[in-house]
């Protein structure tokens, strides 16, 4: 079969076809067979999941939390993670936040009631 050129084999379609082939991009039935393949797998080729090579972050402080942030959100922009595993790690890391801050405000409130006392007990109350 003669290579068409200028328009897709499929009829009704005016767009260009692929280089070397009679179809365009939504037409081609090589393509389409990939696209299949992929959806059998239950469309989940793009989301497969993915880790910062298999990394363990420790979460014990507020700056270890924040690096942990700063990893996953540049491992998001350049594609290197997908989307919902980074959006489960922000919501987490915003609970571990939290949870750090009430800690620490907790033992600054014992650091100044021992001080309190220490300074009542000075003054012989
Ligand atoms: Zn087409």
Known sequence: M?????????????AYPLKGGNYCFAHDPD????????????GKASTAPKTLDSEKFPLQSIPQVKD????VTNAVLNG??????????????????????????????????????????RKGR
């Open 31 to 42: 393509r389409q067979q990939i696209r299949r393949a992929e959806q059998s797998r239950g």
């Open 80 to 121: 290197e993670i997908d989307i919902n595993r980074a959006r489960v790690a922000g919501y987490l890391a915003s609970l571990i936040m939290g949870c750090l801050k009430d800690y620490d405000l907790e033992k600054r409130m014992e650091e100044l009631e021992k001080k309190l006392e220490e300074i009542g007990s």
């Open 68 to 71: 942990m942030l700063e990893r």
């Open 2 to 14: 003669k290579k068409k050129t200028g328009k897709c084999g499929k009829t009704g379609c005016k």
